[in-house]
T-cell receptor, first 107, second 113 residues
Framework: RKEVEQDPGPFNVPEGATVAFNCTYS??????FFWYRQDCRKEPKLLMS???SGNEDGRFTAQLNRASQYISLLIRDSKLSDSATYLC????????FGSGTKLNVKP | EAQVTQNPRYLITVTGKKLTVTCSQN?????MSWYRQDPGLGLRQIYY???????DKGDVPEGYKVSRKEKRNFPLILESPSPNQTSLYFC????????????FGPGTRLTVL
């Protein structure tokens, strides 16, 4: 079983839509959680860390559910520039990456 | 500027010809790591290093070597490249194995003919 699982998508949404991604992790001892964004053939870049209390950064909201072992990312008012692959990352003494969820925002 | 650099960015080579991909970070990070990324398989860790002279295998170490003689540098060595090592390679670093986050180099696209 993979440490981190994500729906690969693609999620095709119109501009302005709200879209949510979930990611599940298998190890309850996981200590820290992140969402990274990766543009085509570029390096992953940190989008946001995910805290137990949930956190928000502009149009992006991340939440952690330890009981059910999943983290989520909500993007409101989608922009064309949000089109990318979103990687869920979990740290349990090393970094484990999900395979990514592809988002296409259409005009 | 805080960054992770990799060289070369693109490389086409032939089977069996030894090559080295360099990685350097200027953030005084202890933890460094190499990943390969292939379509449908996501990022897979090749080797990692917790600190100078401390390296260990990741999930897919076969066919690769690394060294960590200095804190800032973590080269990836392919002694005898094969076509199944054609991939996109990323070097990454973080303050420690616990994070708080990893910074990635720009990637090296390797083709082995």
């Amino acid at each position: 079983r993979k440490e981190v699982e994500q729906d690969p998508g693609p999620f095709n949404v119109p501009e302005g839509a709200t879209v949510a991604f979930n990611c599940t992790y298998s190890n309850s001892a996981s200590q820290s959680f992140f969402w990274y964004r990766q543009d085509c053939r570029k390096e992953p870049k940190l989008l946001m860390s995910v805290y137990s209390s949930g956190n928000e950064d502009g149009r992006f909201t991340a939440q952690l559910n330890r009981a059910s072992q999943y983290i989520s990312l909500l993007i409101r008012d989608s922009k064309l520039s949000d089109s990318a692959t979103y990687l869920c990352v979990v740290n349990i003494h090393k970094f484990y990456f999900g395979s990514g969820t592809k988002l296409n925002v259409k005009p | 500027e805080a960054q992770v650099t990799q060289n070369p960015r693109y490389l086409i080579t032939v089977t069996g010809k030894k090559l080295t991909v360099t990685c350097s970070q200027n953030m005084n990070h202890e933890y460094m790591s190499w990943y390969r990324q292939d379509p449908g398989l996501g990022l897979r860790q090749i080797y990692y290093s917790m600190n100078v002279e401390v390296t260990d295998k990741g999930d897919v170490p076969e066919g690769y070597k690394v060294s960590r003689k200095e804190k800032r540098n973590f080269p990836l060595i392919l002694e005898s490249p094969s076509p199944n090592q054609t991939s996109l390679y990323f070097c990454a670093s973080s303050l420690s194995v616990l994070g708080p986050e990893q910074f990635f180099g720009p990637g090296t696209r390797l083709t082995v003919l």
